[in-house]
């Protein structure tokens, strides 16, 4: 009996034994092998292929044009990051990882995906770049900080749009947007603009440049370089504080017009006014004999100021007397709404030979303002 209470005893000291050891073993997996962290490298598991000039939707009638990057499988050392990408922190002793940050942000990472070497993680959009930034990366582990220079890239400039759609050399421009910081240059087409004042974050203003008179506008920052949706100015113009040479407008039309109005303006010193003496009056313009080449012409851009009582109120926009392409557009009470409209959507016309806002149950006297009329 002695003997078999011996030998149990001997059985229980020796499972003690191994559970402990065991317990130790995993316990120093669970930790790597121990020390104080080190960063050795920064490395991408993909890289970014670039598409140049994408047009990104912003808004339902704005886009932005400017270089897409796309991810793709790729493993390479690099010693900034981008925001929205993917990284691998490359190092010793990264096991017991409690946070990780860049420029005083956590950032979150899998922690199934951890090893003693290394740590999975993406820098999202809310961590901070550029000038003022500490640009470190600090990883925190169970025994110990480890710090890292690595500064964060500025993403490239959104421009959302500009106002006015047209203007003469020297009137100011204001350019509209995000990821303005540090905008060291604004050109139309090729032609440098001077930069008006302090641009913010999200607004720049410039003088238009001598000689534009249809551009698309490019701003760029430490960023790169973005591309307007839009192009500035016309290809070929109907009305700006004048008529175009050869171009003019009937009276009559149920509509009385003043076309050196200067009330409402929206550039330079006259705007159309034009008030409808029925509900179905309108604004035309042609039928002189003078005609416009549509063949290399896209879309027709105008303004629209909407007079009292006008919320809610349409007109539509007629080419060449053809009807059955009219395009409404709604009218905004007390400001210009600027319009682009393809034509192929108007008829797609190889030849311009007349315009029509043509006014759409709207009540009597009421009244529109019409500037920077013309096509790009």
């Given at each position: 009996?002695k003997?078999?209470n011996k030998q149990?005893t001997?059985a229980?000291?020796v499972l003690?034994?191994?559970?402990a050891?065991?317990y130790t ?11 104080a962290?080190?960063?050795?490298k ?6 970014t ?9 912003v808004?339902?009638d704005s ?6 990057t796309?991810?793709?499988?790729f493993?390479?050392?690099?010693v ?6 993917q990284?691998?922190i490359i190092?010793e ?7 990780v ?7 979150n990472?899998?922690?199934a995906?951890?090893?003693?070497h290394?740590i999975?993680i993406?820098?999202p ?7 003022g930034?500490?640009?470190q990366?600090?990883v925190t582990t169970?025994?110990?900080v480890?710090?890292?220079?690595f500064?964060?890239l500025?993403p490239p400039?959104v421009?959302t749009s500009?106002a006015p ?6 009137e100011?421009?204001t350019i ?5 910081e540090?905008?060291?240059?604004v050109k ?5 603009a001077?930069?008006?004042g302090?641009?913010?974050k ?9 000689g534009v008179v ?5 701003v760029?920052?430490p960023?790169?370089t973005?591309k307007?949706?839009g192009?500035?100015?016309f290809?070929a113009v109907l009305y700006?504080?004048?008529f175009?040479?050869g171009w003019?407008s009937?009276?009559?039309?149920n ?10 303006v929206k550039?330079g010193?006259?705007a ?19 005609t416009i ?5 896209a ?9 009292p ?6 007109v539509q926009?007629?080419i060449n007397?053809n ?5 409404r557009?709604?009218?905004s ?10 034509l192929a959507?108007?008829?797609a ?6 315009f029509?806002?043509?006014?759409l149950g ?8 019409v ?5 790009i």
């Amino acid at each position: 009996m002695k003997k078999i209470n011996k030998q149990s005893t001997v059985a229980m000291l020796v499972l003690f034994v191994m559970v402990a050891l065991g317990y130790t073993s995993c316990k120093k997996e669970d930790e790597g092998t121990g020390g104080a962290p080190v960063i050795t490298k920064v490395r991408v598991i993909s890289k970014t292929d670039t598409i140049a000039d994408v047009d990104h939707r912003v808004t339902l009638d704005s886009n932005s044009v400017y270089d897409e990057t796309r991810l793709v499988s790729f493993d390479s050392t690099v010693v900034a990051g981008r925001l929205n990408n993917q990284y691998a922190i490359i190092g010793e002793h990264l096991l017991t990882t409690l946070s990780v940050s860049f420029n005083g942000v956590k950032v979150n990472y899998n922690p199934a995906l951890l090893t003693d070497h290394s740590i999975i993680i993406t820098i999202p959009e809310d961590v901070p770049y550029g000038a003022g930034q500490s640009n470190q990366l600090l990883v925190t582990t169970k025994f110990g900080v480890a710090s890292f220079d690595f500064p964060i890239l500025q993403p490239p400039p959104v421009i959302t749009s500009f106002a006015p759609v047209a203007a003469g050399a020297g009137e100011v421009v204001t350019i509209t947007g995000t990821i303005f910081e540090g905008v060291t240059a604004v050109k139309f087409d090729d032609t440098p603009a001077e930069i008006v004042g302090t641009p913010t974050k999200t607004q720049i203003q410039v003088k238009v440049p001598a000689g534009v008179v249809q551009a698309f506008i490019f701003v760029t920052t430490p960023g790169g370089t973005s591309k307007s949706a839009g192009s500035f100015g016309f290809k070929a113009v109907l009305y700006d504080d004048q008529f175009a040479n050869g171009w003019g407008s009937y009276f009559g039309y149920n509509s009385t017009r003043n076309y050196t109005n200067m009330v409402n303006v929206k550039r330079g010193t006259y705007a159309i006014q034009t008030i409808f003496t029925d509900s179905y009056g309108a604004l035309q313009i042609g039928y002189n004999g003078t005609t416009i080449d549509a063949t290399k012409l896209a879309a027709v851009k105008l303004s629209i100021y909407g007079g009292p009582g006008t919320a809610g109120q349409a007109v539509q926009l007629v080419i060449n007397g053809n009807y059955g392409k009219a395009v409404r557009l709604e009218l905004s009470e007390g400001r210009y709404t600027d319009y682009t409209i393809p034509l192929a959507d108007l008829g797609a016309p190889a030849t311009i030979t007349e315009f029509v806002l043509q006014a759409l149950g709207v009540p009597s006297s009421t009244t529109i303002y019409v500037d920077d009329l013309g096509f790009i």
